[in-house]
């Protein structure tokens, strides 16, 4: 089992959901994040006033994935996130030792 960490724009939640449940994926966490990486923020004008926004609007989605589908869980989350811009995001995958549901008891690759 994986846990699987996808940072992307916001606008594109939707098509990754849609993405990652046509391939089986049961359930993700979302969670609103802000932050940046290479593209520093950027700057805007507001009342004429020019200021920085360091940081960007993002989206973390989090899944515990079976080893089964971790490559196309990857692939699906590439292809919908995918605009060919700065700040499209990353996806990280840590080891996931043990899983247990919490209201049947089951543990592992049946709890997810």
Same mark, same amino acid.
């Given at each position: 089992?994986? &846990?699987?960490? $996808? =940072?992307? !724009?916001? *606008? ?21 994040? !802000?932050?940046f990486g290479r593209?520093?923020?950027h700057t805007e004008? &507001?009342?004429? $006033?020019? &200021? $920085?926004?360091? *940081?960007?609007?993002? =989206?973390?989605?989090?899944? $515990? ?19 060919? !811009?700065?700040?499209?995001? !990353?996806? *990280? ?5 043990? =899983? ?13």
């Amino acid at each position: 089992m994986k &846990y699987l960490i $996808a =940072v992307i !724009k916001p *606008f594109k939640l939707d098509e990754v959901r849609e993405e990652l449940s046509a391939i089986g994926v049961q359930g993700i966490t979302v969670t609103e994040a !802000k932050g940046f990486g290479r593209q520093k923020g950027h700057t805007e004008l &507001y009342r004429g $006033a020019e &200021y $920085a926004v360091d *940081f960007l609007p993002k =989206v973390k989605i989090e899944a $515990a994935i079976p080893d089964a589908l971790l490559e196309r869980a990857i692939e699906a989350i590439e292809k919908a996130a995918n605009t060919g !811009k700065i700040g499209d995001g !990353k996806i *990280f995958v840590l080891d996931l030792l043990h =899983v247990r549901r919490i209201r049947t008891g089951e543990v592992d690759e049946a709890a997810i």
